[in-house]
């Protein structure tokens, strides 16, 4: 069974820095995509970035570019968004996402996300 664990939450002020992390398990070949997406209060979730596994070409939603950063490590099944520049508009449950081509474009495996608390 496919899983997907994300960690590194938490509760910091405007400016500062959080890693997220995703670990993946239960698969035995590569996804083709990891994306992380973040759903705040009251809103829908949205797109923040994704990477390409085998080329790492990476994409970014306007409203982070430049302050996040999507990584991995292949061999440890882990998946990475470092974030910059925290503002509280990032407050959000973070969730990282896979998606296989062969079953589609969509992302159709999910992690339980991480809380990312932003203040003022």
């Known amino acids: 069974q496919v899983q997907l664990v994300e960690s590194g939450g938490g509760l910091v002020q405007a400016g500062s820095s959080l890693r997220l992390s995703c670990i993946v398990s239960?698969?035995?070949?590569?996804?083709?995509?990891i994306g992380w997406f973040r759903q705040a209060p009251g809103k829908e979730r949205e797109f923040v970035a994704a990477?390409?596994?085998?080329?790492?070409?990476?994409s970014y939603a306007d409203a982070v570019k430049g302050r996040f950063t999507i990584s991995g490590d292949n061999a440890k099944n882990t998946w990475y968004l470092q974030m910059t520049s925290l503002e509280p508009e990032d407050t959000a449950v973070y969730y990282c996402a896979a998606q296989d081509i062969r079953s589609g474009p969509d992302f159709d495996f999910w992690g339980q996300g991480t809380q990312v608390t932003v203040s003022s």
């Open positions: 239960g698969r035995t070949f590569r996804f083709d995509r």
């Open positions: 990477i390409s596994v085998s080329a790492g070409r990476t």
